[in-house]
Nanobody, 119 residues
Framework: QVQLVESGGGLVQAGGSLRLSCAASGRTLRDYVVAWFRQAPGKERELVAA????????RQADSVKGRFTISRDNVENTVYLQMNSVKVEDTAVYYC????????????WGQGTQVTVSS
């Protein structure tokens, strides 16, 4: 079993930057595809970015392409989401999650961290 703890959320002005961290314990994140999701009030949860387990290929939602970057540090067993040029519409609770390669659903989730972007 994997335990995931997100951190780094907070209040930031539009145009600013924030870095979220997802620290894992119990298993190494190298065994999993890792993703960041977000959910804003009244909206469905959406995939923001994901990173593969071996090749470190990444993908981002169109809404964050060119602004957000996902990366992993295998020594620290942590995955990061660097958020640049944030917008008010990026306000949401951000969650990290992992899935085993080949599975369609994410198996383990963190508790989430709130990101609020002010205008």
């Amino acid at each position: 079993q994997v335990q995931l703890v997100e951190s780094g959320g907070g209040l930031v002005q539009a145009g600013g930057s924030l870095r979220l961290s997802c620290a894992a314990s119990g298993r190494t994140l190298r065994d999993y595809v890792v993703a960041w999701f977000r959910q804003a009030p009244g909206k469905e949860r959406e995939l923001v970015a994901a990173i593969s387990q071996i090749s470190n290929n990444t993908r981002q939602a169109d809404s964050v392409k060119g602004r957000f970057t996902i990366s992993r540090d295998n020594v620290e067993n942590t995955v990061y989401l660097q958020m640049n040029s944030v917008k008010v519409e990026d306000t949401a609770v951000y969650y990290c999650a992992v899935r085993t390669f080949g599975r369609s659903s994410y198996e383990y989730w963190g508790q989430g961290t709130q990101v609020t972007v002010s205008s």
